[in-house]
């Protein structure tokens, strides 16, 4: 059964079942198949240079690496919240053991063993995300960790670039996000807004170009925002990620806190990853 529907239907009306993008020709036993194409035209000539559509049994772990395994926020962050469910689709579970006075939450987070600079980044992804918890789909910069200046260089430092941040609160948006010059007393940063407020059920598209000259990011294939500021010249990782803060951005987390990992509907569904490269 073809799962994926074509690039071109989807330009006209962005489905809910699962993005297809295998063209089938049948010639007696044969198939051929056909790359994915971007969802948005882009300028130049820009070729596939990196996919996933998470159609294994298991994570590769020779594409991804564990994005910061260990405590963070108010959750601790493990390799065992990542997983593919055998539908065609990563999923990255939030989820909560309490034991007599003990209460851990669990989230997860993965990372490309890859580095990009430029091109245009898509993914599909469905936020079925609670209060108190977050999902991203972002590229971040290695240089974060060293000492920075009042004097900015995102250029060579690299920037933080959240392609999609989805917030659980004021009807549950989304929105666009640049962080630079590090996370102290000098940090920088320019963001989007609240974006598409109720509008984000379901699977959605959220995608970027990045060039030389700034950043434009995309909802179903939709410009959402723009922005020249903290541009990076340098080669980033690509990540997926989910996060629990009780009290923050994303409100308080439920006093039951996320339910069982099997039981827990607290996830992050991710259809696929594509990165597109001008070939030039």
Known sequence: MIRKLSQKVLKASIMPATLCFVIIQLNGCNEKVQKPEPLIDLPGKYVLSFQD?????KLDTGVWGYHNPGKRRSAVNVKEACLLNGNGELEIRNWTVISGNDTVHHAGMIETKKDFVF??????????IELGSWGAFWIMYHNFGRTFQEADNPKEDGTEIDIMEFVPVKGRYGCHNLHWNGYGEFHKS??????MNGKLEGYHIYSLLWTKEG?????DGEESWRCDKGVSHVPEYIILSTEIQDGGWAGDIPPEGYGTFEGTKNVMYVDYVR???DSF
């Open 215 to 219: 950043y434009i990011f995309y909802i």
């Open 53 to 57: 559509e998470f159609d294994g049994e």
């Open 190 to 195: 320019a963001g989007s807004g609240e974006r």
């Open 119 to 128: 091109g245009y980044y898509e993914a599909r992804v469905k936020f079925d």
């Open 275 to 277: 990165v597109f490269q």
